[in-house]
Protein backbone atom coordinates (compact mmCIF):
# COMPACT_ATOMS: atom_id res chain seq x y z
CA UNK A 1 0.00 0.00 0.00
CA UNK A 2 1.88 3.33 -1.55
CA UNK A 3 0.37 6.28 0.91
CA UNK A 4 -0.07 8.83 -1.45
CA UNK A 5 1.53 12.45 -0.20
CA UNK A 6 -0.16 14.39 2.28
CA UNK A 7 -2.54 16.97 1.23
CA UNK A 8 -5.31 18.20 3.77
CA UNK A 9 -8.30 19.95 3.16
CA UNK A 10 -7.22 24.03 2.74
CA UNK A 11 -8.97 24.98 5.99
CA UNK A 12 -6.55 21.93 7.90
CA UNK A 13 -3.34 22.41 5.82
CA UNK A 14 -1.86 23.87 9.00
CA UNK A 15 -1.78 20.10 9.87
CA UNK A 16 -0.15 18.97 7.02
CA UNK A 17 3.38 18.32 8.92
CA UNK A 18 1.64 16.43 11.62
CA UNK A 19 -0.51 14.42 8.87
CA UNK A 20 3.15 13.40 7.48
CA UNK A 21 3.18 11.35 10.72
CA UNK A 22 -0.05 10.74 12.24
CA UNK A 23 -2.31 10.03 8.67
CA UNK A 24 -1.35 6.95 7.92
CA UNK A 25 -4.11 4.39 6.68
CA UNK A 26 -3.62 1.66 8.71
CA UNK A 27 -4.15 1.22 12.09
CA UNK A 28 -0.86 -0.51 12.94
CA UNK A 29 0.98 2.50 11.16
CA UNK A 30 -0.60 4.47 13.03
CA UNK A 31 -0.08 3.01 16.40
CA UNK A 32 3.74 2.56 15.44
CA UNK A 33 4.42 5.91 15.14
CA UNK A 34 3.10 6.38 18.56
CA UNK A 35 5.46 3.36 19.92
CA UNK A 36 8.69 5.59 18.56
CA UNK A 37 8.15 9.15 19.50
CA UNK A 38 8.51 10.80 22.25
CA UNK A 39 5.57 11.41 24.58
CA UNK A 40 6.65 15.24 23.73
CA UNK A 41 6.22 15.01 20.33
CA UNK A 42 2.92 12.84 21.04
CA UNK A 43 1.73 15.82 23.20
CA UNK A 44 2.49 17.99 20.74
CA UNK A 45 0.18 17.00 18.30
CA UNK A 46 -2.76 15.40 20.44
CA UNK A 47 -2.80 19.89 21.75
CA UNK A 48 -2.76 20.85 18.54
CA UNK A 49 -5.39 18.37 17.39
CA UNK A 50 -7.80 19.29 20.76
CA UNK A 51 -9.17 22.48 19.45
CA UNK A 52 -9.57 22.00 16.07
CA UNK A 53 -11.39 18.49 16.13
CA UNK A 54 -14.94 19.92 16.21
CA UNK A 55 -14.14 21.67 13.33
CA UNK A 56 -12.89 19.01 11.31
CA UNK A 57 -15.93 16.53 12.30
CA UNK A 58 -17.81 19.57 11.32
CA UNK A 59 -16.20 19.44 7.78
CA UNK A 60 -16.42 15.75 7.62
CA UNK A 61 -19.60 14.58 8.80
CA UNK A 62 -21.51 15.84 5.99
CA UNK A 63 -19.59 13.85 3.41
CA UNK A 64 -20.79 10.32 2.45
CA UNK A 65 -17.96 8.39 3.86
CA UNK A 66 -18.10 5.91 1.05
CA UNK A 67 -16.76 8.45 -1.49
CA UNK A 68 -14.35 10.50 0.69
CA UNK A 69 -11.96 12.49 -1.40
CA UNK A 70 -8.28 11.72 -0.73
CA UNK A 71 -7.67 15.21 1.27
CA UNK A 72 -11.05 14.65 3.31
CA UNK A 73 -9.79 11.04 3.84
CA UNK A 74 -6.45 11.88 5.10
CA UNK A 75 -8.18 14.35 7.73
CA UNK A 76 -10.18 11.45 8.89
CA UNK A 77 -7.00 9.72 9.32
CA UNK A 78 -5.25 12.21 10.84
CA UNK A 79 -8.50 11.77 13.94
CA UNK A 80 -7.54 8.02 13.78
CA UNK A 81 -3.93 9.17 14.57
CA UNK A 82 -5.47 11.73 17.44
CA UNK A 83 -6.86 8.61 18.94
CA UNK A 84 -3.58 6.93 19.11
CA UNK A 85 -1.63 10.08 20.88
CA UNK A 86 -4.87 10.50 23.33
CA UNK A 87 -3.95 7.01 24.29
CA UNK A 88 -0.60 7.91 25.31
CA UNK A 89 -1.68 10.94 26.81
CA UNK A 90 -4.55 10.32 28.86
CA UNK A 91 -4.55 6.64 29.61
CA UNK A 92 -0.62 5.92 29.85
CA UNK A 93 1.47 8.92 30.25
CA UNK A 94 3.71 7.14 27.98
CA UNK A 95 3.97 6.62 24.30
CA UNK A 96 3.27 2.90 24.58
CA UNK A 97 0.62 0.51 26.82
CA UNK A 98 2.56 0.16 30.83
CA UNK A 99 4.77 -2.90 31.35
CA UNK A 100 4.66 -3.84 27.26
CA UNK A 101 7.23 -4.52 24.92
CA UNK A 102 6.84 -3.10 21.56
CA UNK A 103 6.95 -4.55 18.94
CA UNK A 104 4.33 -6.74 20.54
CA UNK A 105 2.79 -9.01 18.28
CA UNK A 106 -0.54 -7.76 17.93
CA UNK A 107 -1.77 -6.69 14.39
CA UNK A 108 -4.75 -5.10 13.41
CA UNK A 109 -5.71 -7.21 10.52
CA UNK A 110 -9.12 -5.69 9.03
CA UNK A 111 -9.41 -2.15 9.49
CA UNK A 112 -13.20 -0.82 10.38
CA UNK A 113 -13.89 0.43 6.85
CA UNK A 114 -11.62 -0.35 3.75
CA UNK A 115 -10.90 2.63 1.67
CA UNK A 116 -10.03 2.05 -2.00
CA UNK A 117 -6.15 3.18 -2.95
CA UNK A 118 -5.77 2.91 1.01
CA UNK B 1 -28.73 -13.87 43.50
CA UNK B 2 -27.08 -12.15 46.02
CA UNK B 3 -26.20 -8.54 45.08
CA UNK B 4 -22.43 -7.70 44.74
CA UNK B 5 -21.68 -5.44 47.52
CA UNK B 6 -23.72 -7.60 49.87
CA UNK B 7 -21.59 -11.22 49.00
CA UNK B 8 -19.11 -11.98 52.03
CA UNK B 9 -19.02 -15.81 51.20
CA UNK B 10 -19.49 -17.33 47.69
CA UNK B 11 -22.86 -17.47 45.84
CA UNK B 12 -21.92 -17.89 42.01
CA UNK B 13 -19.95 -21.51 42.12
CA UNK B 14 -22.26 -24.49 41.70
CA UNK B 15 -20.99 -27.53 44.34
CA UNK B 16 -20.61 -29.98 41.72
CA UNK B 17 -17.60 -27.97 40.63
CA UNK B 18 -15.53 -28.58 43.37
CA UNK B 19 -13.98 -25.72 45.84
CA UNK B 20 -10.67 -27.33 45.82
CA UNK B 21 -6.84 -25.69 44.03
CA UNK B 22 -6.83 -26.98 40.54
CA UNK B 23 -3.89 -28.93 39.36
CA UNK B 24 -1.54 -26.78 37.04
CA UNK B 25 -0.47 -29.99 35.53
CA UNK B 26 -3.17 -29.38 32.29
CA UNK B 27 -2.00 -25.54 31.90
CA UNK B 28 1.46 -27.11 30.88
CA UNK B 29 1.53 -30.70 29.95
CA UNK B 30 2.21 -31.70 26.45
CA UNK B 31 0.69 -34.99 26.99
CA UNK B 32 -2.45 -33.56 28.18
CA UNK B 33 -3.00 -31.25 25.18
CA UNK B 34 -2.87 -34.09 23.16
CA UNK B 35 -5.90 -35.70 24.80
CA UNK B 36 -7.36 -32.40 24.82
CA UNK B 37 -6.54 -32.37 20.64
CA UNK B 38 -8.31 -36.16 20.13
CA UNK B 39 -11.28 -36.08 22.41
CA UNK B 40 -12.13 -32.04 22.45
CA UNK B 41 -11.25 -30.36 19.31
CA UNK B 42 -11.35 -33.13 17.03
CA UNK B 43 -15.29 -33.93 18.67
CA UNK B 44 -16.51 -30.75 19.30
CA UNK B 45 -18.58 -27.89 17.09
CA UNK B 46 -15.92 -25.43 16.48
CA UNK B 47 -16.96 -21.63 15.33
CA UNK B 48 -14.55 -20.30 12.09
CA UNK B 49 -16.35 -17.44 11.01
CA UNK B 50 -19.71 -15.14 9.97
CA UNK B 51 -21.59 -16.28 7.27
CA UNK B 52 -21.90 -12.70 6.01
CA UNK B 53 -18.03 -13.40 4.92
CA UNK B 54 -19.01 -15.65 2.28
CA UNK B 55 -22.31 -13.25 0.93
CA UNK B 56 -22.18 -14.54 -2.56
CA UNK B 57 -21.65 -17.44 -4.62
CA UNK B 58 -18.11 -18.10 -4.80
CA UNK B 59 -16.88 -16.34 -1.57
CA UNK B 60 -14.69 -18.53 0.33
CA UNK B 61 -12.74 -18.61 3.55
CA UNK B 62 -9.74 -20.61 4.61
CA UNK B 63 -9.84 -21.41 8.32
CA UNK B 64 -6.27 -22.80 9.50
CA UNK B 65 -7.32 -25.28 12.37
CA UNK B 66 -3.39 -26.26 13.44
CA UNK B 67 -5.01 -28.20 16.51
CA UNK B 68 -7.13 -30.31 14.08
CA UNK B 69 -4.19 -30.33 11.74
CA UNK B 70 -6.77 -29.24 9.26
CA UNK B 71 -7.19 -26.57 6.54
CA UNK B 72 -10.83 -26.03 6.08
CA UNK B 73 -11.85 -24.41 2.85
CA UNK B 74 -15.31 -23.05 3.56
CA UNK B 75 -17.14 -21.61 -0.02
CA UNK B 76 -20.90 -20.78 -0.32
CA UNK B 77 -22.02 -22.71 -3.91
CA UNK B 78 -23.71 -21.27 -6.84
CA UNK B 79 -26.32 -22.59 -4.90
CA UNK B 80 -26.11 -20.17 -2.16
CA UNK B 81 -25.53 -23.20 0.15
CA UNK B 82 -22.49 -22.96 2.41
CA UNK B 83 -20.18 -25.94 2.49
CA UNK B 84 -16.38 -26.75 3.86
CA UNK B 85 -14.16 -29.17 2.67
CA UNK B 86 -10.93 -30.19 3.47
CA UNK B 87 -8.55 -28.01 1.22
CA UNK B 88 -6.79 -30.73 -0.23
CA UNK B 89 -6.33 -32.18 -3.70
CA UNK B 90 -7.35 -35.59 -4.34
CA UNK B 91 -4.49 -36.13 -6.19
CA UNK B 92 -1.13 -35.60 -4.10
CA UNK B 93 -2.68 -33.30 -1.71
CA UNK B 94 -1.35 -30.04 -1.96
CA UNK B 95 -3.17 -27.17 -1.13
CA UNK B 96 -6.17 -26.18 -3.56
CA UNK B 97 -6.59 -22.89 -2.02
CA UNK B 98 -3.64 -21.12 -1.59
CA UNK B 99 -5.34 -17.21 -0.71
CA UNK B 100 -7.10 -17.18 2.72
CA UNK B 101 -9.83 -15.73 1.21
CA UNK B 102 -11.78 -14.64 -1.91
CA UNK B 103 -13.86 -15.57 -5.00
CA UNK B 104 -13.75 -18.36 -6.59
CA UNK B 105 -15.97 -19.52 -10.13
CA UNK B 106 -14.14 -23.18 -9.17
CA UNK B 107 -10.61 -24.01 -7.14
CA UNK B 108 -7.54 -24.93 -9.28
CA UNK B 109 -4.66 -26.93 -7.85
CA UNK B 110 -1.52 -25.14 -8.74
CA UNK B 111 0.45 -28.13 -9.15
CA UNK B 112 -0.54 -30.06 -11.39
CA UNK B 113 -3.84 -28.01 -12.50
CA UNK B 114 -6.98 -30.19 -11.16
CA UNK B 115 -9.79 -28.49 -10.50
CA UNK B 116 -13.45 -28.87 -8.56
CA UNK B 117 -16.36 -27.37 -8.28
CA UNK B 118 -17.23 -24.94 -5.61
CA UNK B 119 -19.52 -27.91 -4.79
CA UNK B 120 -16.51 -29.99 -3.97
CA UNK B 121 -16.98 -32.04 -7.14
CA UNK B 122 -13.64 -32.90 -9.08
CA UNK B 123 -14.51 -31.11 -12.43
CA UNK B 124 -11.24 -31.51 -14.49
CA UNK B 125 -7.72 -33.48 -14.72
CA UNK B 126 -5.49 -32.60 -17.23
CA UNK B 127 -4.23 -35.57 -19.25
CA UNK B 128 -6.68 -37.98 -17.68
CA UNK B 129 -6.27 -40.65 -20.31
CA UNK B 130 -2.56 -41.11 -18.33
CA UNK B 131 -4.30 -42.69 -14.98
CA UNK B 132 -5.01 -45.78 -14.06
CA UNK B 133 -9.08 -45.64 -13.68
CA UNK B 134 -9.11 -42.93 -11.70
CA UNK B 135 -12.84 -42.71 -10.03
CA UNK B 136 -13.19 -38.61 -10.75
CA UNK B 137 -17.05 -38.91 -8.60
CA UNK B 138 -14.79 -40.55 -5.70
CA UNK B 139 -12.23 -37.77 -5.97
CA UNK B 140 -13.90 -34.76 -4.79
CA UNK B 141 -13.00 -32.51 -2.05
CA UNK B 142 -13.38 -34.31 1.04
CA UNK B 143 -16.35 -33.03 2.99
CA UNK B 144 -16.30 -31.18 6.87
CA UNK B 145 -19.79 -31.03 8.83
CA UNK B 146 -20.67 -27.53 8.68
CA UNK B 147 -24.07 -25.73 10.51
CA UNK B 148 -24.49 -22.42 11.20
CA UNK B 149 -25.82 -20.66 14.08
CA UNK B 150 -26.91 -16.93 14.44
CA UNK B 151 -24.71 -16.58 11.40
CA UNK B 152 -22.02 -18.17 12.62
CA UNK B 153 -19.97 -20.77 10.80
CA UNK B 154 -19.12 -23.77 13.09
CA UNK B 155 -17.30 -26.69 12.06
CA UNK B 156 -17.38 -30.89 13.20
CA UNK B 157 -13.82 -32.81 12.33
CA UNK B 158 -15.38 -35.99 14.47
CA UNK B 159 -16.18 -38.61 11.79
CA UNK B 160 -19.59 -38.53 12.88
CA UNK B 161 -20.60 -35.47 15.33
CA UNK B 162 -22.15 -36.77 18.66
CA UNK B 163 -24.26 -34.00 18.78
CA UNK B 164 -25.73 -31.10 16.01
CA UNK B 165 -24.99 -27.77 16.52
CA UNK B 166 -28.06 -26.98 18.17
CA UNK B 167 -28.06 -29.75 20.62
CA UNK B 168 -24.41 -28.73 21.26
CA UNK B 169 -25.05 -25.22 22.10
CA UNK B 170 -28.22 -26.07 24.10
CA UNK B 171 -29.56 -24.03 26.94
CA UNK B 172 -26.93 -20.87 25.11
CA UNK B 173 -27.63 -21.03 22.28
CA UNK B 174 -31.56 -20.58 23.11
CA UNK B 175 -30.41 -17.70 25.11
CA UNK B 176 -28.63 -15.59 22.88
CA UNK B 177 -30.83 -16.73 19.84
CA UNK B 178 -32.45 -13.22 18.90
CA UNK B 179 -29.60 -11.02 19.80
CA UNK B 180 -29.35 -8.52 16.74
CA UNK B 181 -25.28 -9.83 15.28
CA UNK B 182 -26.59 -9.20 11.74
CA UNK B 183 -27.03 -5.52 12.32
CA UNK B 184 -23.50 -5.04 13.87
CA UNK B 185 -22.24 -6.14 10.37
CA UNK B 186 -19.04 -4.22 10.06
CA UNK B 187 -15.99 -5.25 11.92
CA UNK B 188 -12.01 -4.54 12.74
CA UNK B 189 -10.21 -7.24 13.44
CA UNK B 190 -6.47 -8.19 15.41
CA UNK B 191 -4.87 -10.86 15.84
CA UNK B 192 -1.29 -12.33 17.80
CA UNK B 193 -0.05 -15.26 19.16
CA UNK B 194 0.00 -15.98 23.36
CA UNK B 195 2.98 -17.85 24.03
CA UNK B 196 0.72 -20.04 26.04
CA UNK B 197 -1.70 -22.81 26.50
CA UNK B 198 -5.14 -22.86 24.96
CA UNK B 199 -6.52 -22.26 28.63
CA UNK B 200 -4.55 -20.12 29.94
CA UNK B 201 -5.23 -17.79 27.12
CA UNK B 202 -9.19 -18.19 27.76
CA UNK B 203 -8.82 -18.11 31.41
CA UNK B 204 -7.37 -14.29 31.00
CA UNK B 205 -10.80 -13.35 29.22
CA UNK B 206 -13.02 -15.15 31.42
CA UNK B 207 -12.98 -13.25 34.92
CA UNK B 208 -13.65 -9.54 35.88
CA UNK B 209 -11.52 -10.24 39.10
CA UNK B 210 -8.34 -9.12 37.18
CA UNK B 211 -9.82 -5.92 34.86
CA UNK B 212 -9.71 -3.64 38.11
CA UNK B 213 -5.47 -4.57 38.55
CA UNK B 214 -4.23 -5.53 35.52
CA UNK B 215 -6.45 -3.04 33.25
CA UNK B 216 -6.07 0.20 35.97
CA UNK B 217 -5.06 2.43 32.97
CA UNK B 218 -7.39 0.80 29.89
CA UNK B 219 -10.82 -0.37 30.90
CA UNK B 220 -10.69 -0.96 34.74
CA UNK B 221 -12.62 2.09 35.87
CA UNK B 222 -15.67 1.65 33.63
CA UNK B 223 -15.81 -1.74 35.19
CA UNK B 224 -14.86 -1.44 38.79
CA UNK B 225 -15.32 1.05 41.39
CA UNK B 226 -15.56 1.23 45.05
CA UNK B 227 -18.81 -0.47 44.75
CA UNK B 228 -17.12 -3.32 43.29
CA UNK B 229 -13.63 -2.58 43.24
CA UNK B 230 -12.93 -6.69 42.33
CA UNK B 231 -15.12 -6.69 39.23
CA UNK B 232 -17.46 -9.27 40.59
CA UNK B 233 -19.80 -10.94 38.54
CA UNK B 234 -23.55 -10.14 38.25
CA UNK B 235 -24.29 -13.56 37.35
CA UNK B 236 -22.65 -16.60 36.23
CA UNK B 237 -24.76 -19.30 34.18
CA UNK B 238 -23.97 -22.51 33.05
CA UNK B 239 -25.31 -24.22 29.86
CA UNK B 240 -23.33 -27.79 29.41
CA UNK B 241 -19.82 -27.24 28.67
CA UNK B 242 -20.86 -23.49 27.54
CA UNK B 243 -21.20 -20.40 30.28
CA UNK B 244 -22.42 -16.94 30.34
CA UNK B 245 -22.16 -14.18 32.74
CA UNK B 246 -22.88 -10.72 33.21
CA UNK B 247 -20.30 -8.09 33.20
CA UNK B 248 -21.09 -4.88 36.00
CA UNK B 249 -20.16 -1.41 34.63
CA UNK B 250 -19.23 1.07 36.39
CA UNK B 251 -21.77 3.90 36.40
CA UNK B 252 -20.28 6.31 38.08
CA UNK B 253 -17.16 5.96 35.54
CA UNK B 254 -15.95 9.56 34.71
CA UNK B 255 -14.56 9.08 31.44
CA UNK B 256 -10.95 10.68 30.30
CA UNK B 257 -11.57 13.47 27.06
CA UNK B 258 -10.88 11.62 24.85
CA UNK B 259 -13.39 8.56 25.63
CA UNK B 260 -16.01 11.42 26.65
CA UNK B 261 -15.55 12.79 23.10
CA UNK B 262 -15.95 8.85 21.38
CA UNK B 263 -19.08 8.10 24.16
CA UNK B 264 -21.04 10.97 22.77
CA UNK B 265 -20.44 10.52 19.33
CA UNK B 266 -21.34 7.01 19.62
CA UNK B 267 -21.05 4.91 22.90
CA UNK B 268 -18.52 2.28 21.82
CA UNK B 269 -18.61 -1.08 22.81
CA UNK B 270 -19.17 -2.31 26.71
CA UNK B 271 -19.58 0.89 28.04
CA UNK B 272 -22.72 2.52 27.75
CA UNK B 273 -23.92 4.15 30.61
CA UNK B 274 -27.62 4.60 29.80
CA UNK B 275 -27.64 0.56 28.81
CA UNK B 276 -29.51 0.32 31.49
CA UNK B 277 -33.21 2.22 30.32
CA UNK B 278 -32.86 0.02 27.25
CA UNK B 279 -31.40 -3.01 27.87
CA UNK B 280 -34.76 -4.93 27.81
CA UNK B 281 -36.42 -3.78 24.66
CA UNK B 282 -34.21 -5.05 21.78
CA UNK B 283 -32.35 -8.05 23.34
CA UNK B 284 -33.33 -11.87 24.05
CA UNK B 285 -35.20 -11.92 27.51
CA UNK B 286 -32.25 -13.92 28.78
CA UNK B 287 -29.86 -11.54 28.37
CA UNK B 288 -28.72 -9.58 31.85
CA UNK B 289 -31.33 -12.46 33.54
CA UNK B 290 -30.59 -10.42 37.13
CA UNK B 291 -31.87 -7.45 35.06
CA UNK B 292 -29.06 -5.37 37.25
CA UNK B 293 -29.17 -1.17 36.45
CA UNK B 294 -25.86 -1.79 36.19
CA UNK B 295 -25.52 -4.48 33.84
CA UNK B 296 -22.61 -3.89 31.24
CA UNK B 297 -21.51 -6.53 28.92
CA UNK B 298 -22.86 -10.48 28.73
CA UNK B 299 -20.18 -12.16 28.38
CA UNK B 300 -20.66 -15.77 26.76
CA UNK B 301 -17.79 -18.78 26.21
CA UNK B 302 -19.42 -21.06 23.85
CA UNK B 303 -16.77 -24.05 24.68
CA UNK B 304 -14.03 -24.51 23.61
CA UNK B 305 -12.50 -21.62 22.41
CA UNK B 306 -14.93 -18.93 21.33
CA UNK B 307 -16.36 -15.73 23.21
CA UNK B 308 -19.24 -13.26 22.14
CA UNK B 309 -19.17 -10.19 24.59
CA UNK B 310 -22.31 -8.65 24.20
CA UNK B 311 -22.97 -5.20 24.30
CA UNK B 312 -26.18 -2.32 22.92
CA UNK B 313 -22.97 -1.22 20.73
CA UNK B 314 -21.66 -4.03 19.58
CA UNK B 315 -20.09 -7.20 20.53
CA UNK B 316 -16.84 -8.65 20.39
CA UNK B 317 -16.00 -12.09 19.67
CA UNK B 318 -12.33 -13.76 20.73
CA UNK B 319 -11.24 -17.07 19.01
CA UNK B 320 -8.57 -18.89 20.57
CA UNK B 321 -6.36 -21.81 18.51
CA UNK B 322 -4.48 -23.74 20.07
CA UNK B 323 -1.25 -24.61 18.13
CA UNK B 324 1.07 -26.19 20.54
CA UNK B 325 0.25 -26.76 24.54
CA UNK B 326 2.16 -23.81 25.05
CA UNK B 327 1.37 -21.60 22.43
CA UNK B 328 -2.09 -20.16 21.21
CA UNK B 329 -3.95 -18.00 18.37
CA UNK B 330 -5.84 -15.52 19.44
CA UNK B 331 -7.75 -13.51 16.88
CA UNK B 332 -10.58 -10.84 17.39
CA UNK B 333 -13.18 -8.95 16.28
CA UNK B 334 -15.03 -5.90 17.20
CA UNK B 335 -18.26 -5.81 15.41
CA UNK B 336 -20.50 -2.45 14.70
CA UNK B 337 -23.34 -1.14 13.15
CA UNK B 338 -21.75 0.47 9.79
CA UNK B 339 -20.82 4.16 10.80
CA UNK B 340 -22.43 6.76 9.43
CA UNK B 341 -20.50 9.70 9.69
CA UNK B 342 -16.96 10.10 10.12
CA UNK B 343 -17.22 11.23 14.15
CA UNK B 344 -19.33 7.64 14.40
CA UNK B 345 -16.09 6.11 12.36
CA UNK B 346 -13.78 8.25 14.97
CA UNK B 347 -15.56 6.81 18.12
CA UNK B 348 -15.42 3.30 16.81
CA UNK B 349 -11.92 3.58 16.04
CA UNK B 350 -11.06 4.88 19.07
CA UNK B 351 -12.91 2.25 20.69
CA UNK B 352 -10.75 -0.45 18.67
CA UNK B 353 -7.78 1.41 19.42
CA UNK B 354 -8.39 1.36 23.21
CA UNK B 355 -9.58 -2.28 23.22
CA UNK B 356 -6.01 -3.28 21.23
CA UNK B 357 -4.13 -1.71 24.43
CA UNK B 358 -6.04 -3.77 26.43
CA UNK B 359 -5.55 -7.10 25.01
CA UNK B 360 -2.21 -5.81 24.77
CA UNK B 361 -2.34 -6.04 28.75
CA UNK B 362 -4.25 -9.25 28.42
CA UNK B 363 -1.04 -10.72 25.77
CA UNK B 364 1.89 -9.36 27.54
CA UNK B 365 -0.13 -10.90 30.72
CA UNK B 366 -0.64 -14.62 29.80
CA UNK B 367 2.72 -15.11 28.50
CA UNK B 368 3.95 -14.31 32.15
CA UNK B 369 1.46 -16.32 33.72
CA UNK B 370 2.66 -19.14 31.20
CA UNK B 371 6.23 -18.78 32.37
CA UNK B 372 5.54 -19.47 35.89
CA UNK B 373 2.97 -21.93 35.50
CA UNK B 374 5.16 -23.86 33.22
CA UNK B 375 8.12 -23.79 35.58
CA UNK B 376 6.37 -26.27 37.70
CA UNK B 377 6.86 -24.60 40.96
CA UNK B 378 3.01 -24.33 41.71
CA UNK B 379 1.49 -27.23 41.32
CA UNK B 380 -1.99 -26.24 42.00
CA UNK B 381 -4.05 -23.06 40.95
CA UNK B 382 -6.56 -21.32 43.24
CA UNK B 383 -9.98 -20.28 41.74
CA UNK B 384 -12.40 -18.03 43.54
CA UNK B 385 -16.13 -17.38 43.42
CA UNK B 386 -16.09 -14.80 40.50
CA UNK B 387 -13.14 -17.09 39.22
CA UNK B 388 -16.15 -19.82 38.49
CA UNK B 389 -16.18 -20.00 34.75
CA UNK B 390 -12.12 -21.21 35.00
CA UNK B 391 -13.13 -23.59 37.63
CA UNK B 392 -16.11 -24.69 35.42
CA UNK B 393 -13.65 -25.13 32.56
CA UNK B 394 -11.06 -27.26 34.20
CA UNK B 395 -14.18 -29.61 35.13
CA UNK B 396 -15.44 -29.46 31.39
CA UNK B 397 -12.12 -30.31 29.37
CA UNK B 398 -11.52 -33.52 32.45
CA UNK B 399 -15.12 -34.60 31.65
CA UNK B 400 -14.38 -34.51 27.62
CA UNK B 401 -11.00 -36.22 28.52
CA UNK B 402 -12.60 -38.96 30.83
CA UNK B 403 -15.86 -39.80 28.32
CA UNK B 404 -13.21 -39.61 25.33
CA UNK B 405 -11.06 -42.45 27.28
CA UNK B 406 -13.64 -44.63 27.75
CA UNK B 407 -15.35 -44.58 24.53
CA UNK B 408 -11.28 -44.86 22.74
CA UNK B 409 -10.94 -48.51 24.52
CA UNK B 410 -11.43 -51.05 22.88
CA UNK B 411 -15.11 -53.15 23.54
Same mark, same amino acid.
Given at each position: ?9 ? /? ?77 ? /? ?28 | ???? +? ?31 ? @? ?25 ? %? ?95 ? +? ?24 ? +? ?6 ? +? ?80 ? %? ?17 ? %? ?66 ? @? ?39 ? %? ?5
Amino acid at each position: MTQEPIRLPP /EFADLNAFAEVWAAPASDARHHQRQIRSLAEIRAFYEAMLPRLDAIFRYLDPLDLATLPVPERQLLYLTFGFGEAALSI /ELFNAPGVTDSPYPHGFHVVRELREFKNG | MTSI +ADRVTPVLTPPELGRGPIPSEPYRSAAYFERER @NHIFNQVWLCVGREDEIAAPGDFIVKE %VEVCRASALIVRGNDRIVRAFHNVCAHRGNKVAWANRGTAQQFMCKYHRWTYQLDGRLRGVPDAGMFFDLDKAACGLSPIHLDIWEGFIFLNFAATP +AQTLRDYLCGLGRKLAGYPFAKFSTN +AAMTGVFH +ANWKVAVDAFQEGYHVGALHERTIGPQFTSQRNPFGRLISAELFGPHRSGSIWGNREFEPRPTELRAFSYNTPIGSDKAIAE %VANEAFPSGINPEKDPNWA %VEMNIIFPNLFTFLSKQGYITHSFWPLAHDRTRWEARMHFAPALSARQLFAQQFSVCQARDTFIEDGV @NVDRSQEGISSGAKPYLHFQDNEVFLRHQYCVVEEYLRKGA %VAAQPA
